[in-house]
């Protein structure tokens, strides 16, 4: 048994995706488009012009898989209650995925030194995904 996160972005998916490929390398493993789905949608289930918003999509960010989809409605995303931790291996590289992650977002720790870490830090990034950064 595993378990993966699966992030519903409500019309931001696609700017998301690039957003972790920039930030962290994220390699894109799948993804489609509402219009690409062998069954479509019954008529009014999904906001008009939805054909080419990202009805599912996975992608791996170091040996992790994520996935992500644009859901059925596009009035805005809210993650409460959860934090994706990454882990790496230097302070070096927990101060760029720091940074990169925290562009146009919000810290909510800053990255330091703590008991269990010589790096950890929080934010919630662009799209209000919150994040722990952790050397270890």
Known sequence: MKVEAYLTFNGRCE???QFYQEALGAKVEMMMRFKEAPDQPPA????PGSGDKIMHCSFRIGETVVMA???LSFEGSSFKGFSLSIVVASEAEADRVFAALSEGGKVTM???K???SARFGMLEDRFGVAWM????
């Open 15 to 17: 700017e998301a995706v």
């Open 133 to 136: 950064v952790n050397v270890v």
């Open 110 to 112: 800053p990255l330091g």
């Open 44 to 47: 009014g289930m999904l906001p």
């Open 114 to 116: 703590t008991f269990w």
């Open 69 to 71: 989809s644009d859901g």
